[in-house]
């Protein structure tokens, strides 16, 4: 599957640079292009594998470079405003060959938050590709404010792409590590799911069972949220002296056994948003790894029980070859889930938020009515 990706504000610009680099490292060439649009300069400046002149810096009249700060209503305005830059710089960049849009943006901040819905609505008006937004949620103690933008910002994309990816940070940290080492981890994790995802149907060698873009596209058009698993295990290479003493029928048999258990392992572990995915519309299985590890019988047991979690909805699979890989790893996907706790904690957190929000602006307003009656005094300042 081609995709182009666009990051959007920070958190947004640094996974899509991270998406060039995986891209470029494990020849899946699903990456057909990518731009990173922000209004802080130096966000733009540190990435490294995204060329310069696909480094958008928009809002310069406004803020001078230096961003929005946590300002997502400040955020979507300039994006609005500038919409026309951000669109000749997509549309120079062989669109014709895309199979899909992936806007990537962080829902906590100012610029990605605001800009990633302006964006989107205007990328589903001119193309007939189908437009998804990867958002990353802030953990809990990013704060109220944080909590207040992801939540406005949500109710707002979900409207405007074909399906929401989430990624949420509170569930992917890790305890005794730096905030630096801990999103370069979360980032990495990030990438290496979507990548497998995104880069079946480009394998040049030719699997049991295709997927190839549209099957992702069928997938992801259930709408609504979708949440993502992945689970991997090395394995020995096939021309070693222990794996040639091992009779065919045995290695087939662990070869099933080892696809049907990460299956398990995927769709029952550490998702990308924790939710039921019982709930889900539709569900697909991707395996990827060596060709002589890549198993039908195992595809066909590892849909039966997906279909039996989501109460006989759509499941499709397959495989993905990648001969030099080591490793066989599974992806599984489950789109239009509809129970996501950490969802409704965040609206929570999100009407706490702005009760105090309105709070203080009404206190501001009665000191500046008070001062305002006291006549013409001077400030300090």
């Known amino acids: ?8 504000g920070q958190a947004g610009g640094k996974i899509a640079d991270l998406f060039v ?47 929005v700060g946590a300002d997502n209503e400040l955020g979507a305005k300039i994006a609005a405003e500038d919409v026309y830059t951000i669109q000749s710089a997509i549309d120079r960049k062989e669109t014709h060959r895309v199979d899909a849009f992936l806007i990537v943006a962080g829902l906590g901040g100012g610029t990605g938050s605001g800009g990633a819905p302006v964006l989107a609505r205007r990328l589903k008006k001119l193309y007939a590709e189908p437009v998804y937004a990867l958002g990353i949620l802030p953990a809990r103690d990013e704060g109220s404010l944080y909590a207040l933008n992801a939540a406005r910002s949500m109710m707002t994309l979900i409207k405007e792409v074909d399906s929401l990816f989430l990624f949420d940070n509170d569930a992917w940290k890790r305890e005794s590590e730096s905030v630096k080492d801990a999103y370069r981890f979360m ?46 295990e090395e394995v020995e290479r096939k021309g070693s002296f222990l794996s040639k003493l091992k009779k065919k029928d045995k290695v087939s048999a ?14 029952m572990g550490r998702l990308t948003i924790p939710c039921d995915i019982t709930t889900a519309k539709k569900a697909m299985i991707l395996v990827a790894g060596p060709p002589s590890e890549l198993d039908r019988k195992g595809i066909e047991k590892s849909k039966t029980w997906i279909e039996g ?10 495989d993905f070859p990648l001969p030099r890989s080591r490793h066989v790893a599974v992806t599984t996907v489950f789109s239009g889930v509809t129970d996501v706790p950490r969802l409704k904690e965040l609206q929570e957190m999100a009407v706490e938020a702005q009760k105090t929000l309105e709070e203080i602006s009404n206190e501001k307003a009665e000191y500046e009515e008070l001062f305002e009656a006291s006549g013409k005094l001077k400030p300090l300042f």
């Open 21 to 67: 680099e995986f891209d470029r490292r494990t020849r899946l060439n699903s990456v057909i292009r990518a731009i990173a649009i922000n209004t802080a300069k130096p966000d733009l400046m540190g990435l490294k594998n995204i060329p310069m002149e696909d480094r958008i810096l928009i809002g310069e009249a406004v803020v001078k470079g230096h961003g």
């Open 187 to 232: 980032n990495e994790e990030i990438v290496r799911r979507f990548s497998v995802l995104f880069g079946s149907g480009e394998s040049n060698e030719v699997g049991q069972m295709v997927v190839d873009a549209s099957e992702v596209i069928n997938t992801l058009d259930a709408g609504g949220i979708t949440t993502v698993g992945y689970a991997a």
């Open 1 to 8: 599957m081609r995709i182009f990706v666009i990051g959007f």
């Open 309 to 318: 979690l989501i109460k006989g909805g759509e499941v499709r699979g397959g």
């Open 254 to 267: 662990e070869t099933t056994a080892r696809i049907t258990s990460l299956t398990r392992r995927a769709a």
